[in-house]
């Protein structure tokens, strides 16, 4: 797997659990954190972790290994888009939630930048 490749499906991993580092990945899949090390030096994860990752939290392995489609099983893009929360969408309003009045006011006024 190519390094890109390998970071971007651990990302993925990420926002499915909520986390922001390796050693809270690794204990969302109970493994060592050096485990994940090794993961990362050999520039490959093992696929029935992924497997397992896709059927215990209802993700699309199309998402999680190539970043296509919807993040959840199921549910197609289009629905997505109509306000079908996920994870990852659960996981930015908790970290938006425990900012700082200020700070939430400075993101929003970035993302109505960005939509614009």
Same mark, same amino acid.
């Not at 390796?22 to 696929?47: C, E, F, M």
């Not at 939290?57 to 289009?78: I, N, P």
């Given at each position: 797997?190519? @390094? @890109?490749? %390998?970071?971007?499906?651990?990302? &993925? ?11 809270? =990945?690794? &204990? /969302? ?10 993961? &990362?030096?050999?520039?490959? !994860? ?8 896709? #059927?215990?939290?209802?993700?699309? %392995?199309?998402? %999680?290994?190539? $970043?296509? $489609?919807?993040? %959840?099983? $199921? ?6 888009? @109509? $306000?079908?929360?996920?994870? *990852?969408? +659960?996981? !930015?309003?908790? =970290?938006?939630?425990?900012?700082? #009045?200020? +700070? &939430?006011?400075? !993101? *929003?006024?970035?993302?109505?930048? /960005?939509?614009?």
């Amino acid at each position: 797997m190519h @390094k @890109k490749s %390998l970071d971007a499906v651990l990302e &993925r991993l990420m926002t499915v659990f909520a986390v922001d580092s390796d050693s809270d =990945l690794a &204990r /969302k899949l109970d493994v060592n954190r050096q485990t994940l090390g090794s993961w &990362r030096s050999r520039q490959s !994860i093992p696929y029935a972790l992924c497997v397992s990752v896709s #059927e215990a939290e209802g993700v699309s %392995l199309d998402w %999680l290994l190539a $970043g296509e $489609g919807a993040m %959840l099983r $199921g549910v197609s893009s289009h629905s997505a888009e @109509k $306000g079908t929360r996920n994870p *990852q969408e +659960d996981a !930015i309003l908790a =970290l938006f939630r425990s900012l700082e #009045e200020a +700070d &939430r006011r400075e !993101i *929003q006024n970035a993302a109505e930048e /960005k939509n614009e």
